[in-house]
Nanobody, 124 residues
Framework: QLQLVESGGGLVQPGGSLRLSCAAS????????IGWFRQAPGKEREGVSC????????YYADSVKGRFTISRDNAKKTVYLQMNSLKSEDTAVYYC?????????????????WGQGTQVTVSS
């Protein structure tokens, strides 16, 4: 069964950190670009960050640049999103997704596979 499973979400105070994980099973992660997306209540889904399959080039939304870091460990079939200096506006359900084309996932936000999401809540 092909799937992506996110973990690592939770409740954190403003200024705190979380590391999200996206574990792949049933397919070879090495060939796929991976994106992290989020959706807050009442808002549209937005792209947060993505990483290419070939040279691990990374891309970030302006709202998270300098605070979030995406990385991948193909041996572990896992992609990470390190989130530092969290703000209340980062509160959302975070999803990871995979596509063979970095253009399709990083620019067009299209994916072959989606995870089920993990809740991140930033609140004091």
């Amino acid at each position: 069964q092909l799937q992506l499973v996110e973990s690592g979400g939770g409740l954190v105070q403003p200024g705190g950190s979380l590391r999200l994980s996206c574990a792949a099973s049933g397919f070879t992660l090495d060939y796929y670009a991976i994106g992290w997306f989020r959706q807050a209540p009442g808002k549209e889904r937005e792209g947060v960050s993505c990483i290419s399959s070939s040279d691990s080039s990374t891309y970030y939304a302006d709202s998270v640049k300098g605070r979030f870091t995406i990385s991948r460990d193909n041996a572990k079939k896992t992609v990470y999103l390190q989130m530092n200096s969290l703000k209340s506006e980062d509160t959302a359900v975070y999803y990871c997704a995979a596509h063979l084309s970095v253009l399709r996932i990083c620019v067009r936000h299209e994916a072959d596979y989606w995870g089920q999401g993990t809740q991140v809540t930033v609140s004091s």
